[in-house]
C-alpha cells in the first residue's frame, strides 16, 4: 500500500540542495595532426592536444565558480564543453542531476540549451551588426518558440534591456551605435532571455576598461542575487575574480591545480603557480610596492613538461617534481596538486 506520507523524497516543490553543476573527470582531446597523406609521406606521427585533462568541479546553485590561468590553460575548452559546442573525449557534466552530455544528443538538447547559456568575451564578435537590438535579444525567444507575439516580444525585450540598466528605447538602435560595456550588457539581456539557470561567461569583461568592467560585474552580480543564477565565471585575471566568485579554480596547461573558496584563496594560496599568478596582481593599497610579473610561460601543450607541468617555472621544484605527476588532493581544506605542498615543504 502507498503511503504518501511517509514518502521519503523530498516534496516537489523544495528546491534541491544538490550541486547544480557537478563536472567529473572532463577531457577534450583535439586531433592536431598533420593531414593523413603528410603523415605518412613525412613519416609523422598522430599528434594529440590534450587542452582538458581530468577537471572535476561543483557549483552549487546560486554560486560563482571562477576559473583562472594563464592563455592556452583549457579555460575556454571548459567553457564550451559545458555549453554543448564540444562534447567531451572522457568524463561526465551533470547537470540539475541530468547527465547533460547525453541530454545534448537527445530531443531533450533544447530544453538543456534553453537552461545553459553562455556569454562571450567579445561582445562585439557575438552581435550580428545588422540586427537591430530588438532582433538580437529575441532571437533566443523565437529560436526557442517562447513566444511569438509580436507585441509581447518587444515588452519582454524591454524588460530585459531594463534589468541590464539599458533603456527600452535602445532595441531600435544596432550594436554599433553602443559603448563596449553596453554591448556587452546586450549579450546578457540575451543571453537571460531563455531564463536560464546557469550561466557560462568566458573572460566576459576582458575587453573592457576597467571602470566598465567592474560596472558590468556589478551588473552580473545584482542579475546573480535577484534571478537566484548560477556562474562559472572564467577570467585570465584573478583581481577581476576576486569581486565575483565564491570558490576559485587555478587552471595549468588542461587541469586544475588549486580549487579552493575565494576567501582561503587569497589570503593563504597552497600552489606555487597561485602564488605566482597572485604576485602579479597589482597592490592597490601598497602604493610604489612593486608587483612580481608572472616568470616564464606556459608550455606547448603537444609537448608538455614531465611530472608537474609547472616545474620548468616552479621555484620549489625537485627531482620528485621532475619525474612526478602530482594528484589533486585535499590538503587543510582545499583541493591541491603539489609534491611541496603535500610534503609540507612550502608553508
Ligand atoms: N578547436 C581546437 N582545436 C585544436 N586545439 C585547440 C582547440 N581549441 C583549443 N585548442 C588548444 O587547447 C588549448 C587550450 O585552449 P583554450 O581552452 O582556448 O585555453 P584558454 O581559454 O585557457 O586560453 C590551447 O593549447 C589551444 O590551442
Ligand atoms: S609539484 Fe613541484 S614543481 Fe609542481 S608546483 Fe609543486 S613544487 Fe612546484
Ligand atoms: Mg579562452
Redesign the pocket.
Known amino acids: 500500500m502507498s503511503t504518501p506520507v511517509m514518502d521519503t523524497a523530498a516534496p516537489a516543490a523544495a528546491p534541491s540542495t544538490a550541486p547544480l553543476v557537478v563536472v567529473e573527470d572532463v577531457a577534450r582531446t583535439f586531433d592536431v595532426s598533420a593531414p593523413w597523406l603528410n603523415r605518412v609521406l613525412e613519416r609523422k606521427p598522430r599528434q594529440l592536444l590534450h587542452a582538458v585533462d581530468g577537471v572535476s568541479f561543483e557549483i552549487a546553485r546560486g554560486q560563482t565558480l571562477a576559473l583562472v590561468g594563464e592563455s592556452g590553460c583549457g579555460k575556454s575548452t571548459v567553457a564550451r564543453l559545458l555549453v554543448g559546442l564540444y562534447a567531451p573525449t572522457r568524463g561526465r557534466f551533470w547537470f540539475d542531476g541530468q547527465d547533460a552530455h547525453a541530454a545534448y544528443r537527445s530531443a531533450q538538447g533544447r530544453q538543456l540549451r534553453r537552461r545553459i547559456q553562455m556569454i562571450f568575451q567579445d561582445p562585439y564578435a557575438s552581435l550580428n551588426p545588422r540586427w537591430r537590438v530588438e532582433d538580437i535579444v529575441a532571437e533566443p525567444l523565437r529560436e526557442h518558440g517562447l513566444l511569438r507575439d509580436p507585441a509581447a516580444l518587444r515588452e519582454r525585450v524591454g524588460q530585459l534591456l531594463r534589468s541590464v540598466g539599458l533603456s527600452p528605447h535602445d532595441m531600435v538602435k544596432y550594436p554599433h551605435q553602443f559603448s563596449g560595456g553596453q554591448r556587452q550588457r546586450i549579450s546578457i539581456a540575451r543571453a537571460l532571455a531563455t531564463q536560464p539557470a546557469f550561466l557560462v561567461c568566458d573572460e566576459p569583461t576582458s575587453a573592457l576598461d576597467v571602470s566598465v568592467q567592474a560596472q558590468v560585474l556589478n551588473i552580473m552580480k545584482d542579475l546573480q542575487r535577484q534571478q537566484g543564477l548560477t556562474y562559472l565565471f572564467i577570467s585570465h585575471n584573478l583581481a577581476v575574480v576576486r569581486h565575483v566568485s565564491d570558490h576559485v579554480g587555478v587552471m595549468y596547461l588542461g587541469r586544475l591545480?588549486e580549487l579552493a573558496d575565494k576567501r582561503t584563496l587569497f589570503a593563504q594560496p597552497r600552489?606555487?603557480?597561485t602564488r605566482m599568478l597572485l604576485e602579479a596582481i597589482p597592490k592597490l593599497h601598497a602604493t610604489g610596492q612593486a608587483r612580481t610579473p608572472v616568470q616564464g610561460e606556459v608550455p606547448n601543450p603537444l609537448n608538455p613538461p614531465s611530472?608537474?607541468a609547472?616545474?620548468p617555472r616552479?621555484p620549489?621544484?625537485?627531482a620528485?617534481?621532475q619525474a612526478e605527476r602530482?594528484a589533486l588532493q585535499t590538503i587543510g581544506g582545499v583541493r591541491v596538486?603539489?609534491?611541496?605542498?603535500e610534503e609540507g615543504?612550502?608553508r
Open positions: 591545480v600552489h606555487p603557480y611530472g608537474c609547472f616545474h616552479c620549489h621544484a625537485n620528485r617534481c602530482p596538486a603539489c609534491h611541496a605542498v615543504r612550502l
